[in-house]
């Protein structure tokens, strides 16, 4: 979507996050503060790791879109905050690949104009849920914008996951573990594991596992309304994550289901959706220098 009337949504009322351990994040997002009040907004500069000090403004609706000065990991914190809302989020990389960054921090002033004058149009991205069923107790959710993993916790010693789509059988995976991704964790820990990259205007999830048995299909892309259900099967520890936060040990026996989110992460972008592919080139590009793959 477009947003077509910033004055009339209350663009003005914005959150400036900054992560608390970027020497350089605070003084800028305090700048920005000074500079946007100066003209009338009314920016909330708040620790972007501090989850108690954002649920109340998005709860109470004090903050219509958020500035995250941060990396990857705090857009993945902040948007599993934010979704639930539909607040979007603006991006300044301070991390060092920034594939969920929409503008460096030198470009952050004009961004945020760009934002209040209506030029940004809003991108909605696909989130997972996963549940895990555990001795008849049923544990969760645990919403994750890049992917849910299932696999092995501390022991060097493959599982055996028995996996199913829409309640029919799929397969026995016998892997390390199995990675659900949504298009946007596409390039994350799934690429890393050997999945496809999914553009994330395509509704799809993938599942790719990690270091498996030799298999006839490695990865495979399936629809974003299906629900997945992973059956462990184990005689040591293993582990459910989301966005490798929400970690939940798991049992032999326990079940993990994974389907979409009832919400969607929001982010603005300030070019054509085009745009997208050469990003992607050059962050990959950039990722394989660094030995690194974020989403």
């Known amino acids: 979507m477009t947003v077509a009337d910033p004055g009339a949504l209350g663009w003005s009322r914005f959150g400036l996050l900054y992560h608390p351990r970027v020497e350089a994040a605070r003084p800028l997002a305090d700048e920005l503060a000074r500079t946007f009040a100066a003209r009338g907004a009314a920016p909330l500069v ?12 998005l709860a109470a609706g004090a903050i219509t879109w958020l500035a995250v000065l941060g990396g990857d990991g705090t857009m993945l914190r902040v948007a599993r905050q934010a979704a639930p809302y539909g607040v979007p989020l603006l991006g300044m990389n301070f991390g060092r690949l920034g594939f969920l960054a929409e503008c460096q921090p030198n470009d952050g002033e004009a961004a945020i104009e760009r934002v209040l004058r209506g030029e940004a149009a809003v991108d909605r991205r696909l989130m997972l849920r996963a549940t895990v069923t555990s001795g008849g107790t049923v544990l969760g959710p645990f ?17 055996r996951l028995d996996t199913r789509v829409d309640g029919a059988a799929l397969t026995r995976y016998f892997a390390d573990g199995l990675v659900v991704a949504t298009p946007t964790g596409s390039t994350a820990y799934s690429l890393s594991a050997g999945g ?12 790719t596992p990690v270091v498996p048995y030799p298999l006839p299909v490695h990865a495979l892309v399936v629809p974003a309304t299906v629900e997945i259900e992973i059956a462990v099967h184990t005689d040591l520890d293993a582990v459910m994550a989301a966005d490798g ?15 979409q989110a009832p919400h969607r992460a929001s982010f603005f972008r300030l070019g054509p959706p ?3 592919y050469a990003t992607l080139i050059d962050r990959l590009d950039r990722s394989k ?7």
């Open 46 to 57: 708040l620790d972007a790791w501090n989850d108690a000090a954002l649920s109340a403004p």
């Open 196 to 207: 496809p990259v999914v553009a994330p205007t395509i509704d799809a999830i993938v599942l």
């Open 143 to 159: 919403d994750a914008l890049n992917e849910v993993f299932v696999g092995r916790g501390r022991a060097a010693r493959p599982l």
């Open 289 to 295: 220098r660094s030995g690194e793959l974020s989403g």
């Open 274 to 276: 085009a745009d997208y």
């Open 245 to 259: 936060h929400a970690h939940q040990p798991l049992a032999d026996g326990d079940v993990v289901r994974v389907a």
